[in-house]
């Protein structure tokens, strides 16, 4: 009995030894280096420019592509409760 004690108090032991040190790097302002590279957690996104008329060409096919996907989850729950309403009255008619 006390050899199953000791085999769990030895694995969290290990658990322990293999998470990061919360003191080195919870210092000031180092959150962000915690599982990443030093060199790829300082590098800065770059987006592209532009112009008004592209971007309101990006924004209506984004906005036409979430209302057809939304019709068709509409579309598919109502097929859905459709069957499950014809199942219930074929069985219990």
Do not use: C, H, W
């Not at 000031?28 to 008004?52: G, H, M, P, Q």
């Not at 499950?84 to 074929?90: E, F, G, K, N, R």
């Amino acid at each position: 009995m006390s050899g199953s004690i000791q085999d769990m108090n030895n694995r969290v032991n290990q658990n322990r030894s293999l998470k990061p040190s919360q003191r080195a790097r919870f210092k000031e302002n180092n959150r962000d280096n915690i599982y990443s590279d030093s060199e790829s957690a300082a590098t800065k996104l770059t987006f592209k420019k532009v112009s008004e008329f592209e971007l309101k060409k990006i924004k209506d096919k984004i906005n036409n592509k979430a209302l057809k996907d939304r019709k068709r989850k509409i579309f598919i729950f109502i097929g859905i409760i459709f069957t499950l309403l014809a199942t219930v009255l074929i069985l219990f008619k």
